[in-house]
């Protein structure tokens, strides 16, 4: 059944890699804190940078629990699973950091992202996720769905604004500046692009 892995190569890289679909999972440290997980996708929005590595385009939305919570602990778990061809379910436990606009870092790690333009979807930060535990599971009970096509509603909705309407934007959101919780989120006013 689950196996262990000491790094993301060979078959598990072609699987991640070739998923449509993922789902992050994090927490705040407090007991009694909102738990959060969150589907993910939108084509050339993930990239494998090494063996223990994996990072993703944080695009706009309605909260920011997951910068939260990174920016709080860290912790983080990545998992995709097969809706097509061979039952499989590969799980990233580790963990992460969200590195904004403003970082020196950031436009180095925007070109592994050549599929997506640097001002599509409101992209607000790349989260880079350090691995921990490596595992895969059965897949056995994951039912086959079909992978039409990414919806284009996001690009559409975040292509008509600039830092400073995108910034007014998240300003309004009650849980982008400040999670659920009440930890830190985004940094406001959004930082500008360092590319």
């Given at each position: 059944m689950g196996k262990t892995y000491e790094r993301i190569d060979g078959r598990l890289r072609t699987f991640i890699e070739q998923q449509p679909l993922f789902f992050t999972a994090t927490a705040p440290l407090s007991g009694d804190g909102t738990i959060n997980l969150s589907p993910k996708g939108l084509k050339g929005s993930l990239a494998v940078l090494d063996e223990l590595t994996v990072a993703y385009l944080d695009f706009a939305g309605s909260n920011a629990e997951t910068?939260?919570?990174l920016r709080e602990n860290g912790r983080i778990t990545l998992m995709?699973?097969?809706?097509?061809?061979?039952?499989d379910i590969v799980r990233v436990h580790g963990r992460g950091e969200p590195v904004f606009r403003d970082d020196p870092r950031f436009g180095e790690l925007?070109?592994?992202f050549p599929d997506i333009e640097p001002g599509a979807h409101g992209l607000r930060a790349i989260i880079v996720v350090h691995a921990e535990l490596v595992r895969d599971t059965c897949g056995y009970a994951v039912p086959f769905m079909t992978y039409e096509e990414d919806r284009d509603l996001h690009a559409r909705r975040f292509a008509r604004e600039d830092d400073a309407s995108?910034?007014?934007?998240f300003e309004k959101k009650e849980h982008i500046g400040t999670s659920l919780d009440g930890l830190p989120g985004l940094p406001l006013p959004l930082p500008p692009f360092t590319v």
């Open positions: 910068v939260a919570h995709w699973c097969a809706f097509q061809g061979p039952p925007l070109t592994r995108l910034s007014a934007y």
